[in-house]
């Protein structure tokens, strides 16, 4: 479980980074859904090694928070993206 934390946790990181270098709009919300996608796999990865005991909830409880805002954060980057291109 904590490999696949660590991957998709680097992953929202490196595709938020390449959103950036986007090639086209579509590119850039591309790239952004592979992250926010991945960021929900994160907080999925976290809230499950806390149910299965193997991490402590207090240990975790920031660093889910911020998942969660970024998560957001990524998520209203989309919406407003998509309506001011109309899609």
């Known amino acids: 479980m904590v490999s696949q934390l660590l991957r998709s946790g680097t992953s ?7 959103s950036q270098a986007g090639q086209s709009r579509a590119d850039f919300l591309s790239k952004l859904c592979v992250a ?3 960021c ?6 976290m809230r499950l090694l806390v149910a299965s005991n193997l991490v402590p909830e207090s240990r975790i409880t920031k660093l889910q928070d911020e998942s969660q805002q970024i998560a957001r954060i990524l998520g209203r980057i989309i919406v407003s993206t998509k309506a001011n291109t109309g899609k």
């Open 36 to 38: 926010l996608k991945e």
């Open 40 to 45: 929900n796999e994160s907080i999925y990865w």
């Open 12 to 18: 929202v990181g490196a595709n938020t980074i390449e």
